[in-house]
Every structure is written in C-alpha cells, then in structure tokens.
C-alpha cells in the first residue's frame, strides 16, 4: 500500500488569512450539496471500446428548494475556452442557473445533459411543459490518457445516482466521480474542495469551491508559494509516458453573500487567479472554465422590475480574496488526496509523494 492521503491542511498548508468552514468544502456553504459516482473497472490490456474505465460523474445542487422555480444568481468566466459548459451563454445572458450543475468527461457530456433532463422531466409536470424547457450545465474535462474513452462508459445510471445520492457534509476529493481518470501537474488530480468563512466585519459570508483538475506541468506546480515542481523530477518509470503539458480545469464557486450576476462573473474571474498561484498557465488547447453562483441571491421570474439588494462594490474584495485563496486549495487538496492510478495501454499517473512534498515545503521555511 502506498502512503496514506490527506488534505493540504494536514500537511501543514495554510493558505490565506480566512479561516475555512466545518467541512473545508463547498458544501459549507449552506444548501449546497455534492454526488459521485466513480466508474472504475476493468485492467489495462481491455481493447478500446470495451474498457478499462477510468471515469465518473459529479453534481452540484446549489439547493434543492425547486431549483427549477427558484434559480440561483451565477456568471461565468473562461480563462483558457478549449472545453465544454454547456448553459455558459445562458448565464452571461440572464445571470442565472436552474438545473444541478454536472462534471464528466469530454465525450460524456451529450448523454449527462440528456439524463439530466431526463431526471429532471421524470420528477417534475413543469419541465418541457408550463415550466418550458431546462438547459442543464454540463462541463468536462478529458480523461482519455487513463480512461477508454471510446468505450462511452458513463451511463444515464449514474448520472442519477449522482443526483440522488448528492448530500452535505464532507465531499470525497481525488480519484472520485468526474476526477477519476484526470490529472493534476502530470500526478494524478481530480476533485478537491475548500471554503472560507469571512469574519462579521467582512460580512461573515461563507465562498465554498469545488475543482475538477486535469491541468497542469510539473515543473511548474506552485504550493503555497513554493516552487515544489522544480525538485520532482520524473522518476525512471515515467520516462517516455505521453506528455500532459495542457488539458483542462472546472472550477466551481458557491457563496451565501447576495452577489447578482455581474458580480458573480467578477468572482469566478478572480477565482481564475487561485489557478494561476498553483501553476496553471491556461495553455492553447486547455479549458479552464470557472462558474460562481449565490444561494441568497434569487433572481426569480416574475414580470416587473424588482429591486434586490447587493453586496455594495466596496465590500465585494473579502469575497475575492476568499475565491482565489479556497480555489488555490482545492487544487491542492484534488493532488493531495488523489491515488496512483493505472489506465488504457498501460498508461500510469503517480500520486504526488507527499512525503517528499513535506521535506520541500520544509526546506523552504513552510
């Protein structure tokens, strides 16, 4: 067995100065819950086609308060639009969202988007109906150097169980749901999770972050400042494994704080700049596509003009702050808690040595 995995902050990592909430996750952010399903069966030798499977499915709920009637602010960022998100021209349209948002892979996302349609029409009259039809946020990331793509292993199955199985609390991190078959600064990534909790003084809003992490090259992995992907090497064993220099990342924002569309696109573009701190450079075939969405912050579908209020301009910098610090540790805690994982024709991705990572961070005072 190989070392056990923990999160950054139990190898001692502290980013920023805002505490996190109970579960360091997104779910700490009140109503949001989080689903898997991993698929992960079959060995290496399978032909393409029929396997190995090295992939998944995760959902987000930002509340489950009939989302459809009562949909969430949200805006949009891309910092490098190689990738898929389905729903993003909705969003920068309306500044909204009323479906479960849903992470999987590239060649996934036509049957995820129709099962959760599907999902949605079994279980409400309105959809496609009095209600009119949904256009659910499907977003991707490619895992086809471990994942057999051609195989089409992601079923209407799981994108249900996904659904229903969603829950707050803790959120499962690394080789789960969509981040079974992805990658992190060519180590194995996935999914990770944070969250920052504002003090009163700074409105004592909660900003919660969920990533899907397929991005990244080594030399220039980033941890807290500390520039760790210069002394890991490539072992022997991974000389001449297919290069990962570009790929792709999701990350998702979620905060109680009354943010309205505009402003919602200004957090998810800060929360851009967390991926940069960890090393990404968004490269020319990658897609980091970056979504933020309030809780509080319904805007609704009556007629009529209708006056909510906002978090003011002057108080909105906590919230950043917050974004780009929770988004730097999600990526983190996806390399952290993520496992060595094999896939088609051999292909290998190796978990970071966290004891390694503990003696760099040591010797650079961290």
Not at 101 to 124: F, I
Not at 168 to 191: D, L, N, S, Y
Not at 306 to 332: C, G
Request: hydrophobic fraction near 40%; proline fraction near 6%; charge should be negative.
């Amino acid at each position: 067995m190989g070392e056990p995995r923990v999160r950054a902050r139990d190898l001692g990592i502290s980013i920023g100065i805002y505490s996190p909430g109970m579960y360091n996750a997104i779910t700490d952010v009140p109503g949001v819950a989080v689903g898997h399903t991993t698929v992960h069966r079959g060995d290496t030798t399978l032909p393409p086609g029929r396997g190995p499977a090295r992939t998944g499915v995760t959902v987000i709920w930002p509340h489950r308060d009939d989302l459809l009637r009562n949909p969430v602010a949200a805006g949009f960022f891309a910092l490098s639009g190689t990738g898929e998100m389905t729903a993003r021209s909705e969003i920068e349209e309306l500044g909204r969202i009323n479906t479960p948002l849903a992470l999987t892979n590239t060649m996934s996302v036509g049957l995820v988007y129709d099962a959760v349609c599907r999902y949605l029409v079994e279980r409400d009259s309105g959809v496609g109906a009095d209600e009119g039809p949904v256009i659910p946020l499907v977003a991707e990331c490619d895992d086809s150097f471990l994942n057999d793509a051609r195989g089409f292993h992601v079923t209407h199955e799981h994108v249900y169980a996904a659904l229903d199985g969603a829950s707050a609390g803790p959120v499962a991190e690394g080789c789960v749901g969509a981040g079974t078959g992805m990658h992190c600064f060519q180590f194995k990534g996935g999914i990770g999770t944070s969250s920052r909790v504002l003090p009163a003084d700074a409105g004592g809003w909660t900003v919660g972050v969920l990533v899907l992490t397929n991005f990244g090259r080594r030399h220039r992995l980033t941890v807290a400042g500390v520039p760790v992907g210069a002394h890991l090497p490539y072992a022997p064993e991974e000389v001449g494994t297919p290069s990962r220099d570009e790929g792709s990342g999701i990350v998702v924002v979620a905060t109680d704080a009354p943010l309205d569309g505009r402003q919602l696109a200004r957090v998810a573009k800060r929360a851009a700049l967390g991926l940069g701190r960890t090393g990404s450079t968004g490269g020319d075939t990658s897609g980091e596509l970056l979504v933020a969405f309030s809780t509080t912050y319904r805007p609704g579908r009556e007629p009529g003009a209708a006056a909510r209020e906002v978090v003011a301009s002057y108080a909105i910098d906590p919230i950043f702050e917050a974004a780009v610090d929770a988004t730097e540790e999600a990526v983190l805690n996806a390399l952290c808690m993520a496992t060595t994982t094999d896939g088609r024709d051999g292909h290998v991705l190796p978990a970071i040595p966290l004891d390694r990572l503990r003696e760099i961070l040591a010797a650079h005072g961290r």
